[in-house]
Every structure is written in C-alpha cells, then in structure tokens.
C-alpha cells in the first residue's frame, strides 16, 4: 500500500512543486496519474522512487515512511519498484536479454545462468518478444523497446510499476500494444502510469488522480480525464 | 573475465595510462624492497662477523698469543675470543679460493698470520679493545669492523627514510592518476549507473565492476613487472656473484620468520612479487573505489 499524507515538496529555489497532496494506492491497484505539465506528476514518481525526500510530509510505502530522514534503505525500496520511462533507458551496449537481467541481478546476484535465462524467456513471451533475446537496442523499434523496459520493470519480485510517460514517443497503434501490456499485469502489481494522453486515460476507466499547480485536485474512481 | 578484457578493448587509452603508472610505481617499489633486503641482510651478516679482528705477524708464538687472549678475556668487555691458528685461516683461505686454484699453488699455511676474532659485550668496548691489542707485541694490524657496520647503519636508515618517502609520493601519484582515469571511465557509463541506481542497485554492486577492473590492473602491471626484474635479475646474476663472493648467505633476521636473500631463491622472489602484487591490487582497488564514490556522491 502507498500512503501520499500531506506532502510537500518545495525546490531549493522556492517553487513549490507538491503541496499538500495525500491520497492512497491499494495493493495491485492500477492508477493514472494525469495533470498539465509542471503539475507534479513527476515528482510524485520521483518522491516513489526516493530520488529525493519531501519538504514535509509522510510517504509510506508497505508499512515504511520513506519520507523520513532516517530512512536509508534506499536500495531495497527501489528493488520492489519497477520503472518504466518515456525514453525507454536500455543500454545500447546490451542485448535484450542482457538488459532484462539487469533488473534480475540487482535484486539477487547469486541466481545462476539458467535461472536468469527462464525468468527472462518467461518475462519476454509476456510481452510478446519470445524470440528477440539475443538483439540489440539498435535492431528493435520504438515499440519493441518500450517493450523491453516493461519486461525489465516487471521482471523479479518488483510489486510496484511506475511508468512516467511511457507512450509519449510512441505512434498510436503502439500505444495500445503497450497499454495492453500494463492490462495483463494489472492485478498483480501496483500500477502507477503519469501520462497526457486522454484517449487511454479515458478508455481504460481506471482510478485517476489529477494534479494541477502541485495539488491534488481530483481522485476519480473509474474515471476519465479531459485536458 | 570478459567483462574485463571487453572494458579494456571499449578504453584502450586509459587501460594504457593507468597500466603505465602502475607498471612504474610496481618497478620502483619491487627494485626498492630488493635493494633494502640486500643491505639488510649485508648488515645481518656484517654484524655476525667478528667485531675487532686482530692479525699477528707470522713469527709471532703461539704462546704469545694465547697470553694476550687471556688478558683480553679478564677485562671482561668481550664476550668471546676465537683463536684462527695459520692453519686455520689456510683451510678457510683454501675454502674460499676453490674455484681459482692459481691463487692456492702459491700460498702456504705458513705466509698466512695467526688471528683472534673478538666480540665485545657493548659497541661501546670496541676501541678500548682496540686501542689495547695495538700496543701487544707481535700484532701486526688490528681490524676493526666498527666503522664499517656504523656506515651501514646510517645507509640503510637514510634508505630505509628515502624509500618511505618515495614509496608514498609513488602510491599517491598512482592513486591519483588511475583515479583520474577511471573517473573518465565511470563518467562514459553514467547512463547504466543511473539505470542501476533507478532499479536499486546497492553502492557495492555499483562498484563491485570497477573494483574488479582495477584489481585486474594491478595484477596486469605486477605480472609485467615480475617479467622485466626477472630478466634484469638474471642479467645481473653473474655481476651479482662476484660481488657477494665469499659471503655465503644473506639473512632477513627481523622478519617473522628467516629469509634467505641470498644466493637467489624462488621462496624470496615468490614473496617480493607477492608484496608487489598485493600493492598493485590495493592501489587499483583503492584509486577504482574513490573514482567511483566521488561519481556517486555528486
């Protein structure tokens, strides 16, 4: 369960980019996570991801505050978390394969190679890459690599996808392939995407948590969105 | 392993900066413990000689001699006298001179002189002990080793303080340099760090590559040095014979357990390179450490 209670976060400068948000995410819960930019959706994820702690407030997640100074354990918060981003973040050096167990190793370094090759095979037939292990980056389309830091950000025992913009560069038809994606693994994992596209926020009809200017101004239970 | 050799192939030219300076300071460090055990275990084996040596004139009687050795023994600053009969010094002369028989055809016990070897209790006695042989009838000249292990003190702690300063500007300015150039590494994998980071990788993992990687530096660089002084040291052997002849061995007494120096012998080679290797690898870890720490904290 994540716990949003009363979170601030203010920059060095003065801008305030939360203010006073809470709200809370269920177990597998999926969640959308809208707003123009500048909103704060990012930071939101970012705050997730422990990047950087809040000005005030508590952010709790499976029963730890990860807002707290004393929190430390960053690391294993982020080995439960899996994130998937607009630019895709696959190392160009790596193949498909490579990349995937990536995300494996860091959270158990003493699995052997065929353990790290059946966990990745399993992950690849989920988003339909069965046969693409061995490629590179360069030798995938957009779409494909979107594909690969899915499967990287699903792959393990990550309970919480975050996804910030993972359709922004893709075309409209790939769009909904990814979007598929995010529906077979929804009620297993948490889910979290920030996006600006209304057509999937709206189609879905998923929990939508709307920001604007740093505040939470809507949390709609099956909603939609308008721009 | 491969990732290794794959990091060295993606980087050639910090592969060579770093092997260099490491190669230099290993080569220097490795020539500077060589040289020191070789004038620590010179003065080992000075120190286990005798300290006043008095050599008497070749008709002086035996009975003479052993009067001027109990005198000796009564004063109480000695703590052993050895008396060397003529034959005596011909048998260790002859033992000496084996492999130049020229030398022993035209020598006789007879031309050698009768001596005493004196230990004294304290440093201190030697002149005393000295001053009183010289002015006894029948001595011809009166060899006094104090001078020469006072020199050798005074080198091997000028040594010992020269090495200690170039041993830590040498590990410093290798620390610095592979630092500098494993930072130029790390920066060109900022995009994995990242990545590792975003997916939870602990500092340690994170580093765990570049640790290894400057590790495996230091092995390169001792293995390259072990080459090159070897060769040297088997250039050099021959010289090297000649110079210690009639030392038979050279001892490390201060070690926890005794090293032979010399003759040459595999045990003392294995644990020089052994140091050396432990220092590449340190210096490596080290330098590969603060290169990635200092990325890490910006």
Redesign the interface.
Known sequence: MIIFDNVVKRYPLGNVALDSVSFEIEDNDFVFLVGPSGAGKTTILRLL?REYAPTSGSIIVDDTDIASKSFKN????????G?VFQDF?I?SDRNVFENIA??LK??D?NLDHTQLKDAVQKVLEMVNLPEKGMLFPAQLSAGELQRVAIA?AIVGHRDIIIADEPTGNLDPKTTWEIMKLFKKIEGKKTIIIATHNTDIVNSLKKRVLVMKEGKLVKDIRKGGYEL | MIGFFQSIRRAPYQFVAAFMVLFFTLFLITSLIITLSFIYGLLGYVETRPQVTVYFQTKALENDIFKIRDELVKTDKTTSVKYISKQQAFTIYKEANKDTPLLLETISADILPASLEIYAKTPQMLPEIANFLKDKQGVDEVYFQKDIVDRLINLTSILRYASLILFTFLIIMSIVVMTTTTMFKVALKK??I??????????F?IKKPYLKEGMGYGLIASGAVFIVVGFILVYAFPSLQTYFRGIPSLDLTFAPFPLRVWPMNVKFILIVFSIVTLFGMVIGLIASSLAVDKYLSK
Not at chain 2, 194 to 203: N, P, V, W
């Open positions: 991801l960053i690391s294993h918060l982020r080995q439960n978390l994130v973040k190392l990536i995300s860091v959270q370094n990287r | 995009d994995e990242e990545l590792l980071q975003l997916l939870g990788a602990t500092k993992y």
